[in-house]
């Protein structure tokens, strides 16, 4: 049975909690640590078996029964904590983004290099059973070469305005998944990135410089092309799709609704809204990229979302910055790693 220590107890560090008390096996919470923990915390943590619970961080990395550590803090902490979990011998699944800073994912690199653990990055969206569904089609070559990758990503509501100015921007906080997303559909790598975006949503999001819209064409290397159509605001719910098509076909996955039910009266015909929270929509993907780092570690395998596999959406999403800012298509050369 492995120890895990979680570091951060907001709402993505109760959400592996939750998923590896529940779902996950071979596995079981020992420790989690926050800088804000306080009684209700405790008291939560007490629920799910956690009797150890800090407000420092390094307690976790000091206790040898600990064999791997979730790094669930804010995003400014990740690599940091990361270098110091991998230094400390510890087996790392750190939330994306590792960073928004290429230097400080490259120290998590060599920090890597020089103690060989097990390292994953969060990108949960990999292990939904829809897009899953997707990438299995495409490798299994069904719909042949894939020439087109369309992602629609759009949430149900903007986030808080304190959140946006410390977010790095929407590209390396929501769109950072799609570009992992057309990544692991596709197959290849991104080379170039053209982006048109606005601020149709609130005003407030410019004025904190971040934009809520955006149209983001890609360039792949295998000569496929990619579109990314994103909104911080669907009023009808977390809408989550898309679609691959290629030289002998298509697949493309719709969203997760309560049911399939459709309603054909006079009136019209109607059917269910998107699931409206990430979580009723991504709670079993959470649970299963936790299994996968478990078994990785029980069984000495890779990782399934390495620690280059986090660097590279960070630097599609710098390339998006620089386009947005120039008004022009950005190479992924031009962002110097």
Request: net charge negative; hydrophobic share 40%; proline share 3%.
């Amino acid at each position: 049975m492995l120890n895990i220590g979680i570091i951060g107890a907001g709402r993505i560090g109760k959400v592996h909690t939750k998923s590896i008390s529940n779902f996950v096996n071979g596995a079981k919470v020992k420790s989690i640590a926050d800088v804000n923990m306080n009684d209700e915390i405790v008291q939560w943590a007490k629920e799910f078996g956690i009797e150890e619970c800090y407000t420092d961080y390094k307690k976790i990395l000091e206790d040898s029964q600990i064999d791997a550590v979730l790094i669930c803090s804010s995003t400014d902490t990740h690599s940091t904590i990361s270098i110091e979990a991998i230094k400390a011998g510890k087996n790392v699944f750190c939330e994306k983004p590792i960073d928004h800073s290429i230097e400080k994912i490259k120290g998590v690199i060599k920090a890597l290099e020089e103690n060989p653990v097990k390292f994953q990055v969060g990108f949960n969206r990999r292990f939904d059973h829809n897009f899953e569904a997707v990438r299995n089609e495409v490798l299994k070559g069904t719909i042949g070469d894939p020439h087109i990758i369309k992602v629609t990503s759009r949430d149900p509501e903007a986030p808080p305005i304190s959140y946006v100015k410390v977010s790095g921007g929407m590209f390396l906080d929501m769109t950072i998944h799609d570009f992992d997303m057309v990544r692991y559909l596709s197959g290849s790598d991104v080379e170039e990135v053209y982006v048109q975006s606005a601020i149709l949503v609130d005003k407030a999001i410019g004025e904190a410089g971040d934009v809520d819209t955006a149209i983001i064409t890609l360039k792949l290397s295998n000569g496929a092309l990619a579109v990314i159509d994103n909104s911080r605001r669907a009023a009808y719910g977390y809408d989550q799709r898309a679609e691959v098509f290629g030289s002998l076909g298509m697949v493309a996955t719709s969203n997760d609704t309560n049911s399939t039910a459709v309603i054909s009266t006079a009136n019209g015909v109607t059917g269910e809204k998107p699931l409206y929270f990430f979580l009723e929509r991504y709670m079993k993907s959470f649970a299963k990229e936790m299994q996968c780092f478990v078994d990785a570690i029980v069984n000495d395998t890779e990782t399934p979302v390495n620690v280059y596999d986090g660097l590279k959406p960070v630097i599609i999403g710098l390339a998006a910055k620089k386009s947005v800012e120039l008004g022009r298509p950005v190479k992924i050369n031009e962002i110097e790693f």
